[in-house]
C-alpha cells in the first residue's frame, strides 16, 4: 500500500517581552516569562515516502541537499542537522514504527536568524510530519519539549525554550519557565487582534544575526551577577506579565508604550544586542509616531517590530524604508503546528 505524502507548517513569532527569562540558568533559578504571539508566516515541510530505504533531505532555503539510508548513523556535520537530529531521535523515539525511506522538502517564509523564531519553527515542522510518518501522535508539549532538547542538547546550540513552545502551540501565550514549562494560551477579543494588525510593523534590517555570541555575553553577564544584566532580565520578566495585562484589556496603546520600555531594559542584557542601525531605527520610528519598537530576537540584526499609532503608521514606514529596511505589515495565527496529507 503506497503511503500518503505529509506535509505540516509551524508559525514564526514575535516576542513581546521576557525574551532571554527563558534561557539557562535564569528560569530554574528565577522563573522565567515570555509573551509572544505567532504570525501568518511559517515553515513548511513536506515528507515524500519512498521504498529504497533512501532519505534525502533538501532545504529550498539554503539551496542544497542531502542524503542517506535510513538506518545510517547519522554525522552531525554542520549539513541540515536540524532535521538530521530529528530523524535521528524520532526514530529510536518509543512506539516508533520501522522507517522506511523518504523525501523531505523544507522551506521557510523567512531567512534563518531573521529573529523571528525560524529555526525553531522549522524543528517543530519536521517533527511534525516525521513523528506522523512514525506512527507517532506527540501533543504539542511532547513536540516542543522535544525540538528544545534536539536544539540546546543534541546540537548544542545556545538559547532559549519559548521559540519552540510558540510554534507547536501557536497563538498569543504568556509562557513561564521555571522546571518546566507551561504555556497560558490567552483569550484576545478580535477587536483587539485587528487594531494590533492595523497598527504593527515589521521591519527588516537585512542582516541575519548569528544570536550565539550575543546570548552566550548575556548567560556571561548573568553568571557574574552584572548588575545591570540583572536589572534587565528581571524588568523584562516582569514587563512580560504587564503587557500580558495590557493584551488581555485590549490596551493597544499601553501595549505600545511597554514594548518600547522593554526595549530599554533588553538593552541592558548585553551591549551587542543593539546596533547603530537597530537605534538610528527605533530613535527615528519613536520621533515619527511609533508607540515603541523593538528587536523581535536576541537582537544584533534581524527583525524590530513596532506598534504605531495608526495615523502616523505609514510615516514610519516610509521613512523606515528609506533608511533601507524591509517594512511589512502582518496578520497573526491562532494556529501552532499542523500536519495534513498532502494531494500527491
Known amino acids: 500500500m503506497r503511503r500518503p505524502v505529509l506535509r505540516a507548517r509551524a508559525p514564526l513569532r514575535i516576542s513581546f517581552a521576557g525574551g532571554g527569562t527563558d534561557v539557562a540558568p535564569f528560569p530554574e533559578r528565577e522563573g522565567g516569562a515570555v509573551l509572544s504571539a505567532t504570525i501568518s508566516a511559517y515553515s513548511y515541510c513536506t515528507l515524500r515516502p519512498r521504498a529504497d530505504g533512501q532519505v534525502t533531505i533538501k532545504s529550498l532555503d539554503y539551496g542544497y541537499s542531502v542524503g542517506f539510508n535510513v538506518d545510517d548513523d547519522l554525522e552531525l556535520d554542520g549539513q541540515l542537522d536540524l532535521p538530521k537530529a530529528t530523524i535521528a531521535r524520532l526514530r529510536?523515539?518509543?512506539?516508533?514504527?520501522?522507517?522506511?525511506?523518504?523525501d523531505l522538502f523544507i522551506h521557510t517564509n523567512a531567512p534563518p536568524g531573521s529573529g523571528l523564531g525560524s529555526s525553531s519553527a522549522v524543528m517543530v515542522a519536521v517533527i511534525?510530519?516525521?513523528?506522523?510518518?512514525?506512527?507517532?501522535?506527540?501533543?504539542?508539549y511532547e513536540v516542543a519539549e522535544l525540538a528544545y532538547r534536539l536544539e540546546r542538547e543534541d546540537l548544542q546550540i545556545?538559547?532559549?525554550?519559548?521559540?519552540?513552545?510558540a510554534a507547536a502551540f501557536g497563538g498569543?501565550?504568556?509562557i513561564e519557565f521555571t522546571d518546566q514549562v507551561v504555556v497560558n494560551p490567552l483569550r484576545i477579543r478580535d477587536s483587539t487582534i485587528h487594531e494590533l494588525e492595523h497598527n504593527m510593523l515589521l521591519a527588516y534590517t537585512g542582516n541575519t544575526r548569528v544570536s550565539d555570541h550575543i546570548?552566550?555575553?548575556?548567560?556571561?553577564?548573568?553568571?557574574?551577577?552584572?548588575?545591570?544584566?540583572?536589572?534587565?532580565?528581571?524588568?523584562?520578566?516582569?514587563?512580560a506579565a504587564e503587557m500580558k495585562l495590557a493584551l488581555v484589556r485590549g490596551e493597544v496603546d499601553t501595549l505600545g508604550r511597554l514594548l518600547g520600555r522593554a526595549w530599554d531594559e533588553k538593552r541592558k542584557m548585553s551591549d551587542r544586542i543593539a546596533t547603530p542601525l537597530i537605534d538610528q531605527a527605533i530613535t527615528k520610528a519613536l520621533e515619527l509616531g511609533a508607540l515603541g519598537g523593538k528587536v523581535t530576537g536576541a537582537g544584533g540584526g534581524g527583525h524590530l517590530v513596532f506598534i504605531c499609532e495608526f495615523e502616523r503608521r505609514h510615516v514610519v514606514a516610509e521613512e523606515l524604508t528609506r533608511m533601507g529596511l524591509g517594512v511589512s505589515e502582518f496578520t497573526f495565527s491562532r494556529e501552532g503546528l499542523v500536519t495534513w496529507r498532502g494531494q500527491s
Open 215 to 239: 546570548i552566550d555575553d548575556q548567560v556571561s553577564r548573568y553568571e557574574r551577577g552584572e548588575e545591570t544584566a540583572l536589572e534587565g532580565l528581571r524588568a523584562q520578566k516582569e514587563l
Open 92 to 102: 529510536q523515539y518509543p512506539g516508533a514504527v520501522s522507517a522506511t525511506g523518504f
Open 128 to 140: 511534525g510530519v516525521v513523528a506522523q510518518h512514525l506512527g507517532l501522535d506527540l501533543t504539542e
Open 172 to 174: 498569543f501565550n504568556y
Open 158 to 165: 545556545p538559547g532559549g525554550a519559548q521559540d519552540q513552545y
